[in-house]
């Protein structure tokens, strides 16, 4: 079982910065790929980004590439999205997954126009 807290969403203005921070409770949090999704007011949840387990690899959605910087620190235990050139249709719920299968509660990104 591993448990995940993201931190680090609010509300910035279009154009802006933010650095969302996902820490894991398990010590095998090296062995897993790592990923962000998101999910806006009556929308699906959509995929962001991702990390293999190495931090060799990094996967983005399209929406995001070039914005969007996903990164991992394995000796902390935390998992970074770096959000620069924020826009309003980034607004949403941002949740951070472990190995595919474990979610963490999410934290809201608000961006305004």
């Known amino acids: 079982q591993v448990q995940l807290a993201e931190s680090g969403g609010g509300l910035v203005q279009a154009g802006g910065s933010l650095r969302l921070s996902c820490t894991a409770s398990s010590r095998t949090f090296s062995s897993y790929a790592m990923g962000w999704f998101r999910q806006a007011p009556g929308k699906e949840r959509e995929f962001v980004a991702a990390i293999s387990w190495s931090g060799a690899s990094t996967y983005y959605a399209d929406s995001v590439k070039g914005r969007f910087t996903i990164s991992r620190d394995d000796a902390t235990n935390t998992l970074y999205l770096q959000m620069n050139s924020l826009k309003p249709e980034d607004t949403a719920v941002y949740y951070c997954?472990?190995?595919?299968?474990?979610w963490g509660q999410g934290t809201q990104v608000t961006v305004s126009s």
């Open positions: 997954k472990a190995g595919g299968r474990y």
